[in-house]
Nanobody
């Protein structure tokens, strides 16, 4: 069992920076691959970023490359999404997700085992 709790969402203006956090409990954090997804109204849940259990290997949605950075601190059992220069089209509910075991870094929702409750990010122009 894994519990995930996101924090850091809110209303920001385009160009501001924002950092989302996801705290994990219930399982050894270093055994989990972690990801961030987002879902806008009327759209499917979309992959944003993921990071391998020990860090180093990452993957990003093309439209956020160079603007968003995923990182993790295994000592704090926390994964982060640093959002720099967000745009109005980044507005969505952002979800943290965890995968217990994987040979490859998962980038689709069906490959993740646990999910947080989501946090709203709204970017105004």
């Amino acid at each position: 069992q894994v519990q995930l709790v996101e924090s850091g969402g809110g209303l920001v203006q385009a160009g501001d920076s924002l950092r989302l956090s996801c705290a994990a409990s219930g399982r050894t954090f270093s055994s989990l691959d972690m990801g961030w997804f987002r879902q806008a109204p009327g759209k499917e849940r979309e992959f944003v970023a993921a990071i391998r259990r020990i860090g180093g290997v990452t993957s990003y949605l093309d439209s956020v490359k160079g603007r968003f950075t995923i990182s993790r601190d295994n000592a704090k059992n926390t994964v982060y999404l640093q959002m720099k220069s967000p745009k109005p089209e980044d507005t969505a509910v952002y979800y943290c997700a965890a995968r217990t075991t994987s040979w490859a870094l998962p980038t689709v929702p069906r490959d993740y085992d646990y999910w947080g409750q989501g946090t709203q990010v709204t970017v105004s122009s």
